[in-house]
């Protein structure tokens, strides 16, 4: 899933999550363009990633949850052609 900067990708969840998983990549024109995505558990900001730089390749990325009903992912970036590249996020359950 392919999007631009500034927009929220929502996660809806069930309250039994501990971790949010993927793989980030950064696309654009511009060799130097990076983003920085930042993760919110209910409106909260729990966390952000180090700088990711278009043309690196996907980073893993794993951010821990305290049993959110939702995860907020929101790029900023240092151009506005950048595109943000979110490769197979998965939840993991709480094996209750």
């Known amino acids: 899933m392919a999007v ?3 927009t ?12 949010l998983a ?5 696309l654009s024109d511009t060799p ?3 983003a920085v995505i930042r993760f919110l558990a209910d409106g909260q900001e729990i966390g952000r990633t180090p700088p990711v730089k278009a043309g ?3 980073r893993f990325m ?5 049993d959110p009903k939702k995860v907020t992912l929101v790029a900023d ?7 943000i590249l979110y490769i197979d996020p998965v939840a993991v359950r709480d094996l209750r």
């Open 56 to 58: 690196d390749q996907p």
């Open 8 to 19: 929220a990708i929502e996660f809806p969840l069930n309250g039994n999550n501990r971790a």
């Open 22 to 26: 993927m793989r980030i990549a950064v």
């Open 62 to 66: 794993q951010i821990k949850l305290h």
């Open 77 to 83: 970036a240092s151009s506005s052609n950048v595109k």
């Open 32 to 34: 130097d363009a990076q």
């Open 4 to 6: 631009g900067v500034g």
